[in-house]
């Protein structure tokens, strides 16, 4: 509590600072308009500072895991939203207060306004009006995301050339979904739009990759009648992620938390999904043979450690190729290369591309790439291979922007 409290007062007074700045060019920029439009511009500035206070209060004083998981995103995603796109405001404001200050330097120096060219508060209109303009963009752009790119499912074909497939899975086509974080949708129908796309491409078999929820095991309850509609004539195989075992919310006793992990295993058996949990299944097509491996999350630095990979990859030794679902891609250059030059292929998530970049034909970038050495798409080091989805659903911010949510499908062929 004491943490939280610290946590809040810092914020607050964070929040001010940057709107009391802000609010500047608010004044300057309505000062002409007519006296109703001025006191509703100006007071409605301060909406979103009272609302973003009174989410602070209610985190420090209150239970934030109380209710749904919809106001406690909307409240945080909200306030972030808001104060990123004030500080580009402020970026603009400081460029004013710069030029200003260089002119009154210069004054003192020179003694006289008329060595001076142009006109200081003509310069310093246009700065508060591009201040309030700049902030406007990202606020746009993160509602944009939200009504349209949360649940714009796009399918992404790749071919796997691996030298040791057997011809009995040689044309084998994989699904992968990952990162559905159930407790964050707010759009059903959607949904199983994209449950649909994927059952379309007619897989032979489906991994999903982890993170179920965000919180607790409850969130999936109402989506098992949705995502039980996955199903693949090979099978579904499942792993955990880092929010599955309820690690990031305060639970009143250790059984209750065993409990909510226990109830996130039976609702992977009530999916239907084969939950592997630092084990594999061989899978054999006329004497031929393919190992899936699956361990729990495994992620470097802070993240949980729950995989034993060596536990895992018992039993598997002797099948010609093996795919491994890792739900991090950190643990690839941890703990997958260094020790299984086996392994084939690793399919993970885990990033959600930071639901926010630019991916075309000649660009991909995200800030994730700042974080993650491997965030998105196809990695290859020699003949091993690594596969980062860029997730189904979203945690956090409720949309995406440039980096829309992913169902792939791989091809596996011997070359």
């Not at 995603?77 to 207060?97: N, R």
């Not at 039993?315 to 991090?328: M, N, P, Q, V, Y």
């Not at 990695?379 to 995406?400: I, M």
Request: glycine content about 8%.
């Amino acid at each position: 509590m004491r943490t939280r409290m610290m946590t809040m007062f810092f914020f607050i007074i964070l929040f001010l600072l940057i709107d009391i700045y802000v609010f500047q060019a608010v004044l300057n920029v309505s000062k002409e308009w007519a006296p109703l439009w001025k006191q509703i511009f100006r007071y409605g500035y301060w909406l979103p500072t009272l609302i973003a206070i009174t989410g602070l209060v209610w985190w420090a004083f209150s239970d934030p895991y109380k209710g749904t998981d919809y106001l406690r995103i909307y409240v945080i995603a909200g306030s972030a939203i808001i104060y990123f796109s004030k500080l580009f405001a402020v970026l603009f404001l400081l460029a004013d207060d710069l030029q200003r200050s260089a002119r009154w330097v210069a004054q003192k120096i020179f003694s006289s306004k008329e060595s001076l060219p142009g006109k200081s508060i003509t310069r310093s209109e246009f700065l508060s009006q591009a201040a309030l303009v700049a902030s406007a963009v990202p606020i746009g752009l993160s509602v944009y995301g939200i009504l349209t790119g949360a649940h714009d499912y796009r399918l992404k074909k790749i071919t796997i050339p691996l030298p040791y497939l057997p011809p009995s899975f040689d044309g084998l086509r994989i699904g992968q979904i990952s990162d559905i974080h159930s407790g964050s949708f707010w759009n059903k129908t959607a949904v199983k739009g994209g449950v649909k796309m994927l059952m379309d491409e007619k897989p032979d078999l489906i991994f999903f990759t982890g993170d179920l929820v965000n919180n607790e095991s409850s969130e999936v309850r109402d989506y098992i009648s949705i995502f039980d509609k996955v199903k693949a004539p090979l099978g579904v195989f499942s792993v955990t992620g880092n929010h599955d075992y309820g690690d990031y919310r305060q639970w009143a006793s250790a059984e209750l938390k065993r409990k909510n992990f226990s109830d996130l295993v039976e609702a992977h058996r009530l999916l239907g999904y084969d939950l592997l949990m630092n084990e594999n299944r061989i899978i054999k097509q006329n004497g031929d043979t393919l190992a899936i491996i699956g361990i729990e999350n495994w992620g470097a630095g802070r993240f949980s450690k729950y995989g034993k990979l060596d536990q895992a990859y018992r039993g598997a030794e002797e099948a010609s190729t093996k795919i491994l679902l890792s739900h991090d891609p950190t643990s690839w250059d941890a703990i997958i290369r260094p020790a299984y030059q086996d392994i084939d292929l690793t399919l993970s998530g885990h990033t959600h591309g930071f639901q926010f970049g630019v991916e075309t034909e000649y660009i991909k970038w995200s800030p994730c790439q700042y974080m993650y050495k491997q965030w998105a798409g196809l990695y290859q080091e020699g003949n091993q291979y690594l596969y980062v989805n860029r997730g189904y659903g979203y945690l956090g911010y409720p949309g995406r922007v440039g980096m829309p949510p992913e169902i792939t499908i791989f091809e596996l062929k011997k070359v």
